[in-house]
């Protein structure tokens, strides 16, 4: 059974706020560098030096006064308004701007599962400028983002061999997509790799992969199997079933997408004794199956010696460098993939 660090609850502002910053506040526990340098990349303007200075008979600004050492850091103020959808109003963001004092760097974050319009960004930055102008401090700066981008720019400061802080991060994820905080209308772009070196075999004859149900995934239409430091199969999904044996012995089935077919049920079942046969008894713990098309060769490589610790997502866009959602065929991203590789 895997352990929880991030409570889950339906469409409840509060608890997404509550389990993001919980996230926050263990990273900058795992490492106050990188969570410093995390805000000042992503928030705070290039001036931010957060890092705490140390210094020896600094003259302060009485003359009468030279201390014997003084130990500072830069103010700065994060407002942050969360929102499940883009229901943000320009009245509630003006509001908050009264919750500043007089901090040197000051930022109102609007944080949901995609993005502010841009019609209420220029509403709000039109408000924003009247209120700097009137008030003699530092300009507050807004800014926009999302669950999912917030996740995934920790992602990239985080060493995958730091397994404790790579499984929190993990574990925000499945919450964000365990209680739909990541949008599924742009699946489309994205290919999520898998490990797969001890069943790749078996998934690519039978055009099906199986995961313990408990992990939450992003939306995603493409499916690659990773094994011996290569993505070595891509597929795009045609159906999500999870399946688990109840006690009476009999298989019940939950269409997440697609269709359950007598086919399907078949596989399934060919699944859990291939697993037994490896050692894993998955009958009895509800797994997902991920139905593919076909699953074509690739040799997307791995360019760098450390193994993955688990599943990855790659946006398809970025790397075809296109924004045109007439992509090519799952044979045909398989063939352009061998030419291409990744971190």
């Not at 930022?107 to 319009?117: D, G, K, Q």
């Not at 997440?256 to 894993?280: C, F, N, P, V, Y």
């Not at 193994?307 to 866009?317: C, H, K």
């Amino acid at each position: 059974m895997n352990i929880h660090y991030f409570q889950r609850y339906h469409q409840k502002e509060n608890v997404a706020t509550a389990n993001t910053m919980l996230l926050l506040s263990r990273f900058y526990q795992y490492s106050s560098g990188k969570f410093y340098q995390f805000l000042k990349t992503e928030y705070l303007p290039e001036s931010f030096e957060p890092e705490i200075d140390f210094k020896l008979q600094e003259k302060s600004g009485s003359k009468n006064s030279i201390p014997d050492a003084t130990i500072t850091q830069e103010s700065f103020k994060i407002v942050i308004e969360t929102k499940i959808t883009d229901w943000f109003y320009t009245d509630q963001l003006t509001r908050h701007l009264s919750s500043f004092s007089d901090e040197k760097y000051r930022v109102v974050l609007a944080l949901s599962t995609e993005l502010i319009a841009d019609e209420k960004v220029k509403d709000f930055q039109i408000k924003l400028e009247e209120y700097n102008k009137e008030h003699d401090q530092h300009p507050i700066i807004f800014k926009a983002t999302t669950f999912e981008a917030l996740a995934n720019s920790i992602g990239s400061m985080i060493d995958d061999r730091d397994m404790e802080m790579q499984a929190i991060l993990d574990d925000y994820k499945n919450f964000l997509c365990h209680d739909g905080l990541i949008p599924n209308y742009d699946a489309w772009k994205y290919l999520r790799m898998q490990l797969a070196s001890k069943t790749i075999d078996f998934n690519c004859k039978e055009n099906c992969y199986y995961d313990n149900a408990e992990r939450g995934f992003r939306p995603h239409d493409y499916l690659g199997l990773y094994a011996n430091k290569s993505i070595r199969a891509i597929g795009k999904i045609i159906a999500r079933i999870t399946a688990v044996k109840n006690s009476h012995g009999e298989i019940e089935y939950q269409v997440e997408s697609g269709e359950l077919t007598e086919k399907r049920k078949e596989t399934i079942q060919r699944a859990m004794d291939d697993a037994l046969e490896r050692g894993w008894d998955i009958r009895y713990i509800k797994h997902r199956y991920f139905f593919v098309d076909n699953f074509y060769e690739t040799d997307f490589k791995k360019n760098t010696s450390r193994a993955p610790m688990g599943s990855r997502i790659f946006n398809l866009t970025e790397l075809f460098e296109t924004t045109d959602k007439t992509k090519p065929t799952s044979e045909e991203i398989a063939k352009l993939l061998r030419s291409k590789e990744w971190e």
